[in-house]
Nanobody, 120 residues
């Protein structure tokens, strides 16, 4: 099993920045891609960004050019640098990790979520 713990959320003014971190523990060697999703009140959870084990990144159109995802495999941690934050970025942000296909069937792990609130 893999456990994911997020940190770094909080309250920020529009135009500001925040950096989210997600530390993985447990069988971290089984992890392939890692990423971030978010869920705003009354809305479905949506994709934000992902980074593969080979450091290929992908972003939702709504955050391209503003958010940057990175990972430190030594620390088993993934980061989300969020700049130029907008009110519509307000949501609970969830860390996600997917088990590598090299070690078994697809399986998704989720963190408990961290609140990001952007005041307008």
């Amino acid at each position: 099993q893999v456990q994911l713990v997020e940190s770094g959320g909080g309250l920020v003014q529009a135009g500001g920045s925040l950096r989210l971190s997600c530390a993985a523990s447990g069988r971290v060697y089984t992890i392939g891609a890692m990423g971030w999703y978010r869920q705003a009140p009354g809305k479905q959870r949506e994709f934000v960004a992902t980074i593969t084990s080979s450091v290929t990144t992908n972003y939702a159109d709504s955050v391209k050019g503003r958010f940057t995802i990175s990972r430190d495999n030594v620390k088993s941690t993934v980061y989300l640098q969020m700049n130029s934050l907008k009110h519509e970025d307000t949501a609970v942000y969830y860390c996600h990790a997917r088990r590598s296909v090299l070690v078994g069937p697809t399986y998704d792990y989720w963190g408990q979520g961290t609140q990001v609130t952007v005041s307008s």
